[in-house]
């Protein structure tokens, strides 16, 4: 009788399982490591299928409103500010050219966004004295899914954000998450790649995924608890649960 409890104790401690501190602890000290990302080496390139909001700015008002289509459900004013819904867009078409008004196709594609910015103003100024370019990249979003708290797909309001934002945005990952092979797929030049980033030490501050482009996914693995707990189902639970207190009563009548 003792055997049988002994065993069904066994059989409900498979359901708990124990982590160490370093698997858990993310950015643990490394004395060799050397911190040197910087977001200018790793900062996001364009990509065909992005679209970007583009407005042109002078001291001659006038001057600009050949680079400025204005919707018509832009106002009276036509004021462009960064934060107006109204301002121009443009995708980057499967060539990585834009249709910019007076210049024709602009290729923009595998330029940063400052990059980019600085080739326009070049362009704009042979028409237009000290033009200003303000450019908005709107469909920059991450997603981020599998052992965290609310996973799920996020638009981001710049083109500045790390992997630690994205998991933050994400709710961070849950006790059954792995901290240590955190997958970020990334898709350049029409192909996906495949990056892995251990969380638990400092130098996942120096990957190249560190600063997160458009459309990155991240996924974060379950450990072996979360795995060896979805074989069961509640109903397997229960009946261990009934049945050890059954083999208790029982081993207390019969004394």
Same mark, same amino acid.
């Given at each position: 009788?003792?055997?049988?409890?002994?065993?069904?104790? =066994?059989?409900? $401690?498979?359901?708990?399982?124990?982590?160490?501190? #370093?698997?858990?602890?993310?950015f643990?000290?490394? !004395?060799?490591? &050397?911190?040197?990302?910087?977001y200018e080496?790793n900062?996001?390139?364009?990509?065909?299928?992005?679209?970007?909001?583009i407005?042109?700015?002078?001291? !001659?008002?006038?001057?600009?409103?050949?680079?400025?289509? =204005?919707? %018509?459900?832009?106002?009276?004013?036509?004021?462009?500010?960064?934060?107006?819904?109204?301002?121009?867009?443009?995708?980057?078409?499967?060539?990585?050219?834009?249709d910019?008004?007076?210049?024709?196709?602009?290729?923009?594609?595998? @330029?940063?966004?400052?990059?980019?910015?600085? *080739?326009?103003?070049s362009?704009?100024?042979? *028409?237009?004295? +000290?033009?200003? &370019?303000? $450019?908005e /990249?709107?469909?920059?979003? =991450?997603?981020?899914?599998?052992?965290?708290?609310?996973?799920?797909?996020?638009? &981001?309001?710049?083109?500045?954000?790390?992997?630690?934002?994205?998991?933050g945005?994400?709710?961070?990952l849950t006790?059954?998450?792995?901290?240590?092979? &955190?997958?970020? =797929?990334?898709?350049?030049?029409?192909? #996906?790649?495949?990056?892995?980033?251990?969380?638990?030490?400092?130098?996942?501050? +120096? %990957?190249?995924?560190y600063? /997160?482009?458009q +459309?990155?996914?991240?996924?974060v693995?379950? +450990?072996?608890?979360?795995?060896?707990?979805s @074989? *069961?189902?509640?109903?397997?639970?229960?009946?261990?649960s009934?049945?050890?207190?059954?083999?208790?009563?029982?081993?207390?009548?019969t004394?």
């Amino acid at each position: 009788m003792k055997r049988i409890i002994y065993t069904i104790f =066994i059989l409900n $401690m498979l359901f708990i399982s124990c982590a160490s501190r #370093k698997d858990l602890v993310y950015f643990q000290p490394a !004395d060799s490591i &050397i911190l040197k990302t910087t977001y200018e080496m790793n900062a996001p390139k364009l990509q065909p299928g992005d679209i970007l909001a583009i407005s042109v700015t002078a001291d !001659d008002v006038r001057a600009t409103q050949p680079f400025n289509p =204005i919707s %018509s459900y832009a106002g009276v004013s036509g004021t462009l500010q960064s934060t107006n819904p109204f301002i121009p867009t443009y995708s980057i078409d499967v060539n990585g050219y834009i249709d910019f008004p007076k210049l024709g196709k602009v290729k923009v594609a595998g @330029k940063t966004r400052t990059e980019a910015i600085d *080739y326009l103003k070049s362009e704009v100024s042979q *028409y237009i004295l +000290n033009p200003g &370019i303000s $450019m908005e /990249l709107r469909n920059f979003r =991450i997603t981020v899914l599998g052992e965290v708290k609310t996973p799920g797909t996020f638009n &981001i309001n710049n083109d500045r954000i790390t992997l630690l934002e994205a998991i933050g945005l994400a709710g961070d990952l849950t006790i059954n998450g792995i901290r240590n092979n &955190i997958l970020v =797929i990334r898709e350049q030049n029409g192909k #996906k790649n495949e990056y892995r980033v251990d969380l638990t030490s400092r130098n996942t501050l +120096n %990957s190249p995924v560190y600063y /997160l482009a458009q +459309n990155d996914v991240i996924y974060v693995e379950p +450990n072996g608890a979360r795995v060896q707990s979805s @074989k *069961y189902t509640q109903n397997t639970s229960v009946f261990v649960s009934v049945a050890s207190l059954v083999i208790t009563m029982i081993s207390v009548l019969t004394r």
